[in-house]
């Protein structure tokens, strides 16, 4: 052996690999693929789906643990018994009531928040340690309550938010402008839902202000129509995929994992989760989505991005609807 293959082997013997952990609750449509996206991704050593109906969350486990060869290395397992997901780093709880055609998220929520409140304590109980991620439906509402009935601290427990409907925002902008959607910039923000608002003054195209873009290769600017059907879009998608196919689950797999990954990585990324605010342009005591630091203790600082009047306006909009449905059940 060479000096220094001994150097490395002394060295990762003394530092060994950090080995991660993510459990997800729920092994349904969300679940199953948020499991498939973190393994295909590497995102974490180690996946645990849990589950009430433990046949599915096994047999879950088993099909994507067949394909591991074809995947970053890391074991994943599933069971109906919690003590599956002591010690987890992340918990993804994506458990609900499945929203059917015609329905909003806020229809979801009283039997959704009955379930949290359930098997959430037993959660907290094996993994005290984990941050708790939350993106059944609907996620503001059931957020809150679920810092409620928990008791962690803010910071350790936050939604999944608009992370996709920024997603799909800065894809529609792409296909209008023909610009790659990694070089579009753009949040939605407030509830993840019907009074959510897009923050076109923050937004960007490369370092170009939205606002100011002029178009490139016989494509316009984003006018106001353009801007308001697009918005709107993003709004209606969800829906549209559920008509077709039952659930949405690709698109939040992806951006769950990419969550994750912030948080066991501690990139300190902005993303616009769902967290309790604090005097945020002058709301608080509502979990809304802004963008946010997210790292190893999850939740940072929420970060105050250039706003106009009227999207000020409409996030405190945002939170008086979301606000009002938590009181209709007691939070």
Same mark, same amino acid.
């Given at each position: 052996? %060479?000096?220094? =293959? ?5 060295? &990762? ?23 498939? #996206? ?18 599915? $969350? ?10 591991? *060869?074809?995947? !970053? ?12 997901? #002591?010690?987890? =780093?992340?918990?993804? @709880?994506?458990?609900?009531?499945? *929203? ?11 039997? &959704? /928040?009955?379930? +949290?409140?359930?098997?959430? !304590? ?5 993994? !005290? #340690? ?27 427990? @936050? ?16 296909? *209008? &402008? ?17 009074? *959510?608002?897009?923050?076109?003054? %923050? ?10 873009? &002029? ?10 129509? +353009? ?34 990954? $912030? ?9 616009? +989760? ?18 946010? /630091? +997210?790292? %190893? ?21 945002? #939170? ?12």
């Amino acid at each position: 052996m %060479s000096q220094s =293959d001994e150097l490395a082997l002394n060295e &990762t013997a003394s530092h060994p690999r950090r080995t991660s952990k993510v459990a997800i609750v729920g092994a349904g449509a969300v679940g199953a693929t948020m499991a498939y #996206a973190l393994l295909m991704r590497g995102s974490a050593r180690t996946v645990v789906l849990y589950d009430i109906n433990g046949a599915k $969350a096994e047999a879950e486990a088993l099909d994507l643990a067949h394909g591991i *060869q074809f995947m !970053p290395m890391a074991a994943v397992q599933g069971s109906d018994d919690i003590s599956i997901v #002591a010690d987890a =780093d992340v918990v993804i @709880f994506t458990a609900g009531a499945k *929203q059917r055609p015609g329905q909003t998220r806020l229809d979801l929520a009283g039997a &959704t /928040i009955s379930l +949290v409140s359930k098997v959430l !304590p037993q959660l907290v109980e094996v993994a !005290p #340690a984990a941050v708790h991620l939350i993106v059944t439906n609907p996620v503001d509402v059931v957020t809150y309550a679920a810092l409620k009935i928990s008791g962690l601290p803010s910071n350790q427990l @936050f939604g999944s938010g608009t992370v996709l409907d920024s997603s799909r925002l800065r894809y529609l902008i792409s296909e *209008q &402008t023909g610009v790659a959607v990694q070089n579009v910039h753009a949040y939605v923000a407030g509830e993840h839902g019907d009074s *959510q608002l897009t923050l076109w003054s %923050s937004a960007t195209i490369g370092a170009v202000p939205l606002l100011d873009w &002029t178009g490139i290769e016989g494509r316009g600017p984003l006018t106001q129509g +353009v801007r308001d059907a697009i918005a709107q879009e993003v709004v209606d998608s969800a829906n549209r995929i559920i008509e077709g196919k039952g659930a949405t689950n690709y698109a939040i797999g992806l951006a769950g994992s990419r969550i994750v990954e $912030a948080i066991l990585n501690d990139e300190h990324r902005i993303q616009p +989760v769902s967290s309790l605010l604090d005097d945020y342009h002058g709301i608080s005591g509502v979990c809304l989505s802004v963008p946010t /630091i +997210v790292g %190893s203790a999850g939740v940072g600082e929420h970060v105050r991005v250039p706003m106009s009047v009227d999207e000020i306006a409409g996030l405190h909009a945002s #939170a008086v609807a979301v606000r009002a449905v938590a009181r209709q059940f007691g939070y």
